[in-house]
């Protein structure tokens, strides 16, 4: 599209910057001043520097943080992905039974997360919840509440079934936009299943991938109501990802100082991180 | 061999169904049943854990709330975002791709970073505890997303439909709401789904921003189950409930979720 | 190469067809020869590209046979039956190179590589891809990347009959003809069956040597271009064809004259025609048919009176008017025009009588 040059189109985009900069900027303007001071009560704050962020990124707790909350999401990419894949392309792109299958597939994302998290806890007990008998029938020492392995176990696995579908969502409406002459091509020239895939299936849902991928990083690094009610970060603090531990520090303890410093090292990885993704999703369409 | 194919996503959806029917099991059971017995299916049927719900204040009125700030947080946002949509999708101005890369960041932002910046915020405009509030804190996250969404289906609408409608003297109010928008109605749908969609579902800062007054549905089942006498079948059917509104809201949109989802780009 | 003959063809869209209007393709026999090029042409809807995908194989028919050189084919897959189909929008695969797009139906046959180069090399030049060959195949335009498509039919030595589905649809009308003269002239230096299939008549008659005009799932004739022109057996072929098309006027035989409102025309075959010959069972609609080329104004013959002078550079076309029904002539530059009243003569060889839309054959039926 050819856009003209207009500055008067800040005033449509206004009221968007007003909300957004009114959520985003005094919020943030705060964290920031609590990172860089010390309080000692009573509201009497002394200017620390860069004494929080020092502290934060030497703790042994953030670092345990930190890397509990890398291999979650690596962990969720790699199950997610490949799954929410395969079964968009196992779904027929064409028939009655779509609508249905999507619509069922569509029902987790719709949960409240606590309810998710109740669900998952209630589900995964090991005395009376379906999944926990089951597998404590099957000869399993499961107790997710008492091994920490078991906890992973239950978070991961809720995860996916949470979220897979979003991948499949995005990946199928990928999939049923190329066209029939494609594939008619390459039955044609006599490419098989795997070729398809290569050439034409793939490239076509590069886009919608990583949006996928996208997305799932930002909220994987986000994850927080439905962790914190299955576990509250435990057994211990096997499970405290990131957000947990923030919230525990800033909600809970109220060390302003540690919990701002922290909050402000959170974003900034994690808009690294996005930015990364995000320009090489730009790149990719500018190809 | 083909038939397998379809297999997968069979299995998958039973995988996805069993814990909705763990709760739903859980739901019409009595306390004694769930911790006294394993059974697959209730052998006391009982509707005592909704009848709680639909009669107790306390109960009822934490959907009424979540309801209630979940549809300011969608017109809201979807309301500022059609402009600045409109905005990027056919101007280039100063700033603009920076700003469209800021607002995306608000949308990447971690939750539990506003949560104590937030509540000393909107206790500090002292709109603490009401639904306005949470409707706005929202807003942070699902106006990005809005933008995002409605600008992408408002770039597949030529150039040509806004210049034809100036030439036949429409104001740019008029052309917009009358010629613009119903074309771009799938992408509006798609955009208020999102918006629906995660204020529904976002509990911290939700619960972060209220006491009593607006305490939506979420907040309401965490505290019961911390409290004593842990009631799970209440619990359960309260969860029950919840989905409700969502699978009514997927059903409503259901011709548009596949293309929807693709955000109208692909 | 090969010589395709489609047997009792029929085809339709629902499961348990009942009328006539379920059927998609309703009854084709017709026989294609060895390295001809022929074209299917028809509106929207007549059945053409039903027609061509089971040719190729992604349509199986629900009823006859697809014979290719004598073997049927009928139940075979369409990389089992060595063709080649070039569709309406390009179908690259973006992510390769010109040169692998070319090479991909070799290389999934197992073929050797030195072959596959030489073969790719000489498709490529035969198309002028030559200075492509390294770039990525989404880079080109559309008619840089219609030509990889063809280039995969033409790289494989084992083709029966290239087959094209209105393959200009997308590229850009000063490029079309560019493109249809390629395509012309390689058909002349590869000899390969091409089957093409348009509603744009000028693609199917400078391409074809015989042109198949179908409508609403039947063939209303077959023949060359000339042949379509200046004998029409169906009126349809004679409003389809030509620019502007046919006139067709209501009109009535009797005892051999052909009369339209009250004026009597001379025609090719009006005296052949007889009440109830062949017709009994259709009530007739009786209709005079003359191409707007072979009507000249003169001293007499039919009144009209003329409404509209349109040029279209080297000839007018002149708009009268006879009773309630408009007549259409051609009149060359500089010759004169009557501006109201006047009389146009019909050119004897060439009005026709039709009943039903059919020509009514020229020798009555013994």
Same mark, same amino acid.
């Given at each position: 599209?050819?856009?003209?040059?207009?500055?008067?189109?800040?005033?449509?985009?206004l009221p968007?910057?007003?909300?957004?900069a009114?959520?985003a900027i005094?919020?943030?303007?705060?964290?920031v001043?609590y990172?860089?001071?010390?309080?000692?009560?009573?509201?009497?704050?002394?200017?620390?520097?860069?004494?929080?962020?020092?502290?934060?990124?030497?703790?042994?707790?953030?670092?345990?943080a930190?890397?509990?909350?890398?291999?979650f999401t690596?962990?969720?990419?790699?199950?997610?992905?490949?799954?929410?894949v395969?079964i968009?392309?196992?779904?027929?792109?064409?028939?009655g039974?779509?609508?249905?299958?999507?619509?069922?597939m569509?029902? *987790?994302?719709?949960i *409240?997360?606590n309810?998710?998290?109740?669900?998952w806890?209630?589900?995964?007990?090991p005395?009376?919840?379906?999944?926990?008998?089951?597998?404590?029938?099957?000869?399993?020492?499961?107790n997710f509440t008492?091994?920490p392995?078991?906890?992973?176990?239950?978070?991961?696995l809720?995860?996916?079934?949470?979220?897979?579908?979003l991948?499949?969502?995005?990946?199928y409406?990928?999939?049923?936009?190329?066209?029939?002459?494609?594939?008619q091509?390459?039955?044609i020239?006599?490419?098989g299943?795997?070729?398809?895939?290569?050439?034409?299936?793939l *490239?076509?849902m590069?886009?919608?991938?990583?949006?996928a991928?996208?997305?799932?990083?930002m909220?994987?690094?986000n994850?927080y109501?439905?962790?914190s009610?299955?576990?509250?970060?435990?057994?211990?603090?096997?499970t405290?990802?990131?957000?947990?531990?923030?919230?525990?520090?800033?909600l809970?303890?109220?060390?302003?100082? *540690?919990?701002a410093?922290?909050s402000?090292?959170?974003?900034?990885?994690?808009?690294?991180?996005?930015w990364?993704?995000?320009?090489?999703?730009?790149?990719?369409?500018?190809q | 061999?083909?038939r397998?194919k379809?297999?997968?996503?069979?299995?998958?959806?039973?995988?996805?169904?069993?814990?909705?029917y763990?709760?739903?099991?859980?739901s019409?059971k009595?306390?004694?049943?769930?911790?006294g017995?394993?059974?697959?299916?209730?052998?006391?049927?009982?509707?005592e854990?909704?009848?709680?719900?639909?009669?107790d204040?306390t109960?009822?009125m934490g959907?009424? !709330?979540?309801?209630?700030?979940?549809?300011?947080?969608?017109?809201l946002?979807?309301?500022?975002?059609?402009?600045?949509?409109?905005?990027?999708?056919r101007?280039?101005?100063?700033?603009d791709?920076?700003?469209?890369?800021w607002?995306l960041?608000?949308?990447?932002?971690?939750a539990?970073?506003?949560?104590l910046?937030?509540f000393?915020?909107?206790?500090?405009?002292?709109?603490f505890?009401t639904?306005? $509030?949470?409707?706005?804190?929202?807003?942070?996250?699902n106006?990005?997303?809005?933008v995002?969404?409605?600008?992408?289906?408002?770039?597949?609408v030529?150039?040509?439909?806004?210049?034809?409608a100036?030439?036949?003297?429409?104001?740019?109010?008029?052309?917009?709401?009358?010629i613009f928008?119903?074309?771009?109605?799938?992408?509006?749908?798609?955009?208020?789904?999102?918006?629906?969609?995660?204020?529904?579902?976002?509990?911290?800062?939700?619960?972060?921003?209220? $006491?009593?007054?607006?305490?939506?549905?979420? $907040?309401?089942?965490?505290r019961?189950?911390?409290?004593?006498?842990?009631?799970?079948?209440?619990?359960a059917?309260a969860?029950?409930l919840?989905i409700?509104?969502?699978?009514?809201?997927?059903?409503?949109?259901? !011709?548009?979720?596949?293309?929807?989802?693709a955000?109208?780009?692909? | 190469m090969?010589?395709?003959?489609?047997?009792?063809l029929?085809?339709?869209?629902?499961?348990?067809?009942?009328?006539d209007?379920?059927?998609?393709?309703?009854q084709?026999?017709?026989?294609?020869?060895? #390295?001809?090029?022929?074209a299917?042409?028809?509106?929207?809807?007549?059945?053409?590209?039903?027609?061509?995908?089971?040719?190729s #194989?992604?349509?199986?028919?629900?009823?006859?046979?697809?014979?290719?050189?004598g073997?049927?084919?009928?139940?075979?897959a369409?990389?089992?039956?060595?063709?080649?189909?070039?569709?309406?929008?390009?179908?690259?695969?973006?992510t390769?190179?010109?040169?692998?797009?070319?090479a991909?139906?070799?290389?999934?046959r197992g073929?050797?590589? +030195?072959?596959?180069?030489?073969?790719?090399?000489?498709?490529?030049?035969?198309l002028?891809?030559t200075?492509?060959?390294d770039r990525?195949?989404?880079g080109?335009t559309?008619d840089g990347?219609?030509?990889?498509?063809?280039?995969? #039919?033409?790289?494989r030595?084992?083709?029966?009959?290239?087959m094209?589905?209105?393959?200009?649809?997308?590229?850009?009308?000063?490029?079309?003809w560019q493109?249809?003269?390629?395509?012309?002239?390689?058909?002349?230096?590869?000899?390969?069956?091409?089957?093409?299939?348009?509603?744009?008549?000028t693609? +199917?008659?400078?391409?074809?040597?015989?042109?198949?005009v179908?409508?609403?799932?039947?063939v209303v004739?077959?023949?060359?271009?000339?042949?379509?022109f200046?004998r029409?057996?169906?009126?349809f072929?004679?409003?389809?064809?030509g620019?502007?098309?046919?006139n067709v006027?209501?009109?009535?035989?009797?005892n051999?004259?052909?009369?339209?409102?009250?004026?009597?025309?001379?025609?090719?075959?009006?005296?052949?025609?007889s009440? #109830?010959?062949?017709s009994?069972?259709?009530?007739?609609?009786?209709?005079?048919g003359?191409r707007p080329?072979f009507?000249?104004?003169a001293?007499?013959?039919?009144?009209?009176?003329?409404?509209?002078?349109?040029?279209?550079?080297?000839?007018?076309?002149?708009?009268?008017?006879?009773?309630?029904? %408009?007549i259409?002539?051609l009149?060359?530059?500089?010759?004169?025009?009557?501006?109201e009243?006047?009389?146009l003569?019909?050119?004897?060889?060439?009005?026709?009588?039709?009943?039903?839309?059919?020509?009514?054959? %020229?020798?009555?039926?013994a």
């Amino acid at each position: 599209m050819n856009k003209t040059v207009n500055q008067k189109a800040w005033f449509l985009v206004l009221p968007v910057v007003a909300l957004v900069a009114f959520n985003a900027i005094i919020p943030l303007m705060t964290v920031v001043n609590y990172s860089v001071q010390e309080s000692f009560g009573d509201n009497a704050f002394f200017w620390s520097g860069v004494m929080w962020f020092e502290q934060i990124l030497r703790s042994s707790r953030f670092h345990d943080a930190l890397g509990r909350q890398l291999f979650f999401t690596c962990m969720i990419l790699l199950i997610e992905v490949p799954l929410g894949v395969m079964i968009a392309l196992s779904m027929p792109r064409k028939g009655g039974w779509v609508p249905v299958c999507l619509i069922l597939m569509a029902l *987790p994302l719709l949960i *409240p997360w606590n309810v998710v998290g109740a669900m998952w806890n209630i589900f995964a007990l090991p005395d009376i919840g379906l999944l926990g008998r089951t597998l404590n029938h099957l000869g399993f020492d499961y107790n997710f509440t008492r091994q920490p392995e078991d906890a992973w176990f239950t978070l991961i696995l809720m995860d996916v079934w949470h979220w897979t579908s979003l991948v499949v969502l995005l990946a199928y409406a990928g999939l049923v936009s190329i066209p029939d002459a494609y594939y008619q091509a390459a039955k044609i020239d006599g490419a098989g299943a795997w070729a398809i895939f290569r050439h034409i299936q793939l *490239p076509k849902m590069k886009r919608v991938l990583t949006i996928a991928v996208l997305l799932r990083f930002m909220d994987s690094f986000n994850v927080y109501t439905e962790l914190s009610v299955l576990t509250g970060g435990g057994p211990g603090n096997s499970t405290t990802l990131l957000s947990i531990d923030l919230v525990k520090i800033a909600l809970g303890q109220f060390d302003l100082g *540690p919990a701002a410093a922290m909050s402000l090292i959170y974003f900034l990885i994690i808009l690294l991180l996005s930015w990364v993704f995000y320009s090489l999703m730009m790149r990719n369409e500018e190809q | 061999m083909r038939r397998l194919k379809f297999l997968l996503p069979l299995i998958y959806i039973v995988f996805l169904m069993l814990p909705i029917y763990w709760l739903l099991n859980m739901s019409f059971k009595n306390t004694n049943e769930i911790l006294g017995s394993f059974t697959l299916w209730p052998q006391t049927f009982t509707l005592e854990n909704y009848v709680t719900i639909f009669t107790d204040p306390t109960w009822y009125m934490g959907y009424v !709330n979540s309801i209630i700030y979940v549809v300011i947080n969608t017109v809201l946002s979807v309301a500022v975002a059609l402009p600045a949509a409109y905005a990027f999708s056919r101007y280039r101005f100063l700033g603009d791709k920076h700003l469209f890369f800021w607002l995306l960041t608000n949308r990447m932002a971690p939750a539990a970073v506003f949560a104590l910046p937030f509540f000393q915020l909107y206790s500090a405009v002292g709109l603490f505890d009401t639904h306005l $509030a949470i409707a706005l804190a929202h807003t942070l996250f699902n106006i990005p997303l809005a933008v995002w969404i409605l600008e992408g289906f408002m770039s597949g609408v030529p150039k040509e439909l806004d210049e034809t409608a100036y030439v036949d003297g429409y104001s740019f109010l008029r052309f917009f709401t009358r010629i613009f928008m119903p074309t771009i109605a799938a992408g509006i749908g798609v955009a208020a789904f999102f918006c629906f969609m995660f204020s529904w579902v976002e509990l911290l800062l939700a619960k972060t921003l209220t $006491a009593v007054a607006a305490k939506p549905i979420a $907040a309401i089942m965490t505290r019961t189950a911390s409290t004593s006498g842990y009631e799970l079948g209440l619990l359960a059917a309260a969860g029950v409930l919840t989905i409700i509104p969502g699978a009514f809201v997927i059903y409503f949109v259901r !011709n548009y979720i596949a293309k929807g989802f693709a955000l109208g780009r692909v | 190469m090969a010589k395709i003959i489609l047997d009792d063809l029929r085809h339709s869209y629902v499961a348990n067809p009942v009328s006539d209007a379920d059927w998609a393709l309703k009854q084709l026999d017709i026989a294609w020869d060895d #390295g001809g090029a022929y074209a299917l042409l028809g509106p929207s809807g007549c059945g053409k590209t039903t027609l061509l995908n089971i040719i190729s #194989g992604l349509l199986r028919p629900t009823r006859g046979r697809v014979i290719f050189d004598g073997k049927d084919v009928t139940d075979l897959a369409p990389d089992q039956r060595h063709i080649a189909q070039v569709f309406q929008f390009p179908v690259v695969y973006d992510t390769m190179t010109v040169y692998d797009n070319l090479a991909f139906p070799l290389r999934n046959r197992g073929v050797a590589e +030195a072959v596959v180069d030489t073969r790719v090399r000489t498709i490529a030049d035969m198309l002028d891809l030559t200075a492509t060959l390294d770039r990525r195949a989404s880079g080109l335009t559309a008619d840089g990347k219609q030509k990889i498509s063809l280039g995969r #039919g033409l790289v494989r030595e084992d083709v029966n009959v290239i087959m094209f589905d209105e393959p200009l649809t997308v590229i850009d009308p000063h490029l079309k003809w560019q493109l249809r003269s390629k395509l012309k002239e390689l058909h002349q230096r590869v000899g390969a069956t091409m089957i093409y299939v348009t509603h744009d008549q000028t693609e +199917a008659l400078t391409f074809a040597d015989q042109v198949v005009v179908m409508k609403d799932g039947e063939v209303v004739q077959i023949g060359t271009p000339v042949d379509l022109f200046e004998r029409p057996q169906h009126v349809f072929v004679g409003h389809f064809i030509g620019s502007p098309g046919m006139n067709v006027l209501p009109c009535s035989v009797d005892n051999g004259q052909v009369r339209i409102g009250g004026c009597a025309i001379e025609t090719a075959n009006g005296a052949a025609w007889s009440a #109830g010959a062949g017709s009994a069972d259709r009530p007739g609609g009786l209709e005079l048919g003359i191409r707007p080329e072979f009507i000249h104004f003169a001293e007499d013959g039919v009144p009209v009176t003329v409404t509209k002078v349109t040029d279209v550079g080297r000839f007018k076309i002149v708009s009268t008017r006879f009773e309630e029904h %408009a007549i259409k002539l051609l009149v060359t530059d500089g010759q004169p025009i009557p501006t109201e009243s006047a009389h146009l003569a019909f050119d004897r060889n060439q009005a026709r009588v039709y009943e039903n839309g059919w020509v009514v054959p %020229a020798e009555a039926a013994a």
